[in-house]
């Protein structure tokens, strides 16, 4: 068993910066060769693909619509990966979810190719 706990969501003007955390641990945890990604849910919508940073290399890659603004990273000694969102606009507002494939080291951008999700985290950006 595998547990993702996210954090650092909240409400923030538009313009403004949030600092999202994923906090994985359990015993059968490989984090450090994971890849993890965020992914997001508007009300109302599907749950789309934000970030993802693979394992060894840490290469990232981003959808189009956050691209510029938002940066994948990961701390492999904590555990841990982050989502840095920077210009925040009130479209960017979705609950924010991170997502980790086991011993996988690839990205992925489809929600079935994850393991492993967090409970969540709220993201409003008002206008």
């Known amino acids: 068993q595998v547990q993702l706990v996210e954090s650092g969501g909240g409400l923030v003007q538009a313009g403004g910066s949030l600092r999202l955390s994923c906090a994985a641990s359990g015993r059968s945890l490989s984090f450090s060769r994971d890849a993890m990604g965020w992914f997001r849910q508007a009300p109302g919508k599907e749950r789309e693909f934000v970030a993802g940073?693979?394992?060894?290399?840490?290469?990232?890659q981003y959808a189009d619509s956050v691209k510029g603004r938002f940066t994948i990273s990961r701390d492999n000694a904590k555990n841990t990966v982050y989502l840095q969102m920077n210009s925040l606009k009130p479209e960017d507002t979705a609950n924010y979810y991170c997502?980790?494939?086991?011993?996988?080291?690839?990205?992925?951008?489809?929600?079935?190719?994850?393991?492993?999700w967090g409970q969540g985290t709220q993201v409003t950006v008002s206008s």
């Open positions: 940073i693979d394992a060894f290399n840490w290469r990232t």
């Open positions: 997502a980790r494939r086991s011993r996988v080291s690839a990205i992925a951008v489809t929600d079935a190719s994850y393991d492993d």
